[in-house]
């Protein structure tokens, strides 16, 4: 079974400041792919990155990038030059390769201060 | 960009009726996913669905619950009795592919009186 740690309940970050929310896991799988998602106040679950366990280079999209340590089973997301909009809850994610549910962990609040 | 929908947005029912939530998964995607998110706590996952049936299902997806892809563009969870405990945000899911990042609706909060 996969497993999803997230140790940080609640962050806080200065405007255009970077911040780093961990996320560490646990799995006998091989083959398998983490992922991150934010949750704004209004509900909705929106896809940030995704880190397959084969990719060599750590995952950027935009001013989010995934620190991803194997040896370590850490796979935490950094987002850089923080904005207001990016207060919200941010859960990490995982599934192996040969099933098709996502595991969550129980997500970092981040809170962004003007 | 497509998207998927989820309908109603929030649904009030009483202990002991049925529920339906609607889905309408991204077109071209072949897996599709209900998950469903207590307040406050992290999101769960119930059951996965391929080329009509049911490939993976978690405890939480018992007897009550039953999905169903009525035509080529709906998905559908039907809780038959509600619970209290059945209140929830309930959220749909799909996937290009197997492994692949799950794009989620915006969710149908369920409220059991």
């Known amino acids: 079974a996969q497993k999803i740690t997230q140790t940080q309940p609640g962050m806080f970050v200065q405007e255009k400041e970077a911040v780093t929310l961990d996320c560490t896991y646990d799995t006998s799988d091989p083959s398998y792919g983490l992922f991150w998602y934010k949750q704004p106040s209004s509900g909705e679950m929106i896809f940030l990155i995704y880190?397959?366990?084969?990719?060599?280079q750590n995952a950027t999209e935009g001013r989010y990038s995934l620190n991803f340590q194997k040896a370590r089973k850490s796979a935490n997301l950094v987002i850089s030059a923080s904005q207001l909009g990016d207060s919200a809850m941010y859960f990490c994610?995982?599934?192996?390769?040969?099933?098709?549910?996502?595991?969550f962990g129980t997500g970092t609040s981040l809170t962004v201060i003007p | 960009e497509p998207e998927v929908t989820q309908t109603p947005s929030h649904q009030v029912t009483q202990m002991g009726q049925e529920v339906i939530l609607r889905c309408v998964p991204i077109s071209n995607h072949l897996y599709f996913y209900w998950y469903r998110q207590i307040l406050g706590q992290k999101v769960e996952f119930l059951v996965s669905?391929?080329?009509?049936?049911?490939?993976?299902k978690s405890e939480i997806f018992d007897d009550q619950f039953s999905v169903e892809r009525p035509d080529g563009s709906n998905f559908t969870l039907k809780i038959r009795s509600t619970k209290l405990e059945d209140s929830a945000m309930y959220f749909c899911?799909?996937?290009?592919?197997?492994?692949?990042?799950?794009?989620f609706g915006p969710g149908t909060r369920l409220t059991v009186t």
């Open positions: 899911a799909s996937s290009e592919n197997l492994a692949y990042e799950q794009y």
């Open positions: 669905f391929y080329n009509n049936e049911i490939s993976e």
């Open positions: 880190q397959g366990s084969y990719d060599q």
């Open positions: 994610a995982m599934n192996a390769d040969t099933g098709n549910q996502f595991y």
